[in-house]
Every structure is written in structure tokens, then in C-alpha cells.
């Protein structure tokens, strides 16, 4: 009964394709985002979506694409991937808009590797 | 400037030491707090929210100083499984976006 789901753990694939990641969550939350963890371990919010709504879209290249078919799921789709794509890609989820005060639950992640 | 920095750490501490984490941020607005661990090759858990009276969870207590805009994390009588990275995380201003920042971690490592 994993709370946060995400499919593939581990995605090895080469340059110039295309590769989907999914996300799944069942805590009946109304917000998803995607978070890119880099070589520094460093954490940064892709994007976010409530209600199948993006709301928030920071400066990632238009290659990146969520998908929401519903609220409790978020997919990744990248496009004509790069070498510096390479990182653990984190799908999470909050309760709704206002769960900045709760935090985030976690997916554990998918390490994408491009080669 | 990062939204959030952390002590860089690493922290190799032995059995029953206490540790303590510190933490700044740069956005006075900010609303929410927290302190997430993150275990080698896992997904971040939320540790704790810390709170403006500062809290106390067990052997872990955190503090939030809003004036200086620091946060800190006390680990008493570590144990061996809390070996991790501490990442500071800080949410939310004003406007209502919904979004964390998160630190780039401190990496912690108990000694038997």
C-alpha cells in the first residue's frame, strides 16, 4: 500500500529519446508535483499540479511535459532526452494547496540515467 | 543567493554524542518549516515541522529564530540509524505559493 508510487525505479536509456515516467498516489491528495534531484543532491521543484491545473511551471526546458489524466496521478513525459537529464527524478504529493504547512509525501524516486 | 543553506557538513559523531544543524534562509515572508531526512538512495521523509516556540520530538528538537531567519536541529544521544541527510526545508510567503525549498542537506554519520 505505497502512498506515492513511481514506475520505472531505474531508466538507463540514450540520448535523443523519449521516456515517460509514472506517478501514482493514493493518499487522496489534491496536489502532485515533480522534484529533479541532481549529482549534488540538490532538490528543485519541476512542477506542481492541483486539480489537474499546473500551477506552478519553473524554467525547465519545454522538452519536460506533466501529465495528469487525474488527481491522483502525474506523469513525466521528456522529450529527446539530454546527458545532463541525468538525475533521481522525485514525484511527491500534499493534501491540497495549503499543505506547505504539512509538507510533502515523497515517491521514492527514479533514477534516470542518459548515456 | 539559494532560497535555504545548510551547514555542509559531514557530521561523523560517535554513539550518544549530541549533534546540532543549522540552517538559513532568504525570503522574510516565508511560512512553514520543516526538517526532512533522506536516507542513501531513498526518497525524503519529513522529520519534523518546526514551529515558531520551537518543538521537541524525542531525542530531536527544532528551533526557529524568524529575526535572523535561521533554523536549527538538536539530535540528542545519536544513534547509529540516524545516520542520514538532514535536508531544511522552508515553504510558502505572502503570495500563497505553494512551493518548498529545500537545502542541499548535511550529511550525518554516527560512529559506533
Known amino acids: 500500500d505505497t502512498a506515492v508510487s513511481q514506475t520505472p525505479k531505474y531508466l538507463v536509456t540514450q540520448m535523443g529519446n523519449d521516456k515517460s515516467i509514472k506517478c501514482e498516489q493514493n493518499l487522496g491528495h489534491d496536489t502532485m508535483y515533480w522534484y529533479k534531484q541532481d549529482s549534488k543532491k540538490f532538490l528543485k521543484i519541476m512542477f506542481s499540479?492541483?486539480?489537474?491545473?499546473?500551477?506552478i511551471n519553473e524554467t525547465v526546458p519545454n522538452r519536460f511535459s506533466p501529465k495528469s489524466p487525474d488527481k491522483a496521478h502525474l506523469n513525466l513525459h521528456i522529450n529527446s532526452l539530454e546527458l545532463g537529464d541525468s538525475a533521481v527524478y522525485f514525484c511527491a504529493s500534499s493534501q491540497d494547496l495549503g499543505s506547505i504547512y504539512y509538507g510533502y509525501t515523497f515517491g521514492s524516486g527514479t533514477r534516470l540515467t542518459v548515456v | 543567493r539559494k532560497e535555504v543553506e545548510q551547514d555542509p557538513g559531514p557530521f561523523n559523531v560517535p554513539e550518544g554524542a549530541t549533534v546540532a544543524f543549522n540552517c538559513t534562509y532568504s525570503n522574510s515572508a516565508s511560512q512553514s518549516f520543516f526538517w526532512y531526512r533522506q536516507d542513501c538512495r531513498k526518497e525524503p521523509k519529513l522529520l519534523m515541522s518546526?514551529?515558531?516556540s520551537g518543538n521537541e520530538d524525542g531525542r530531536f528538537t527544532a528551533q526557529l529564530n524568524r529575526a535572523s531567519q535561521y533554523i536549527s536541529l538538536l539530535i540528542r544521544d545519536s544513534k547509529l540509524s540516524d545516520s542520514a541527510t538532514y535536508l531544511c526545508v522552508v515553504g510558502g510567503d505572502q503570495t500563497g505559493a505553494n512551493n518548498l525549498f529545500f537545502g542541499t542537506g548535511t550529511r550525518l554519520t554516527v560512529i559506533p
Open positions: 499540479y492541483n486539480n489537474k491545473e499546473l500551477i
Open positions: 518546526v514551529y515558531s
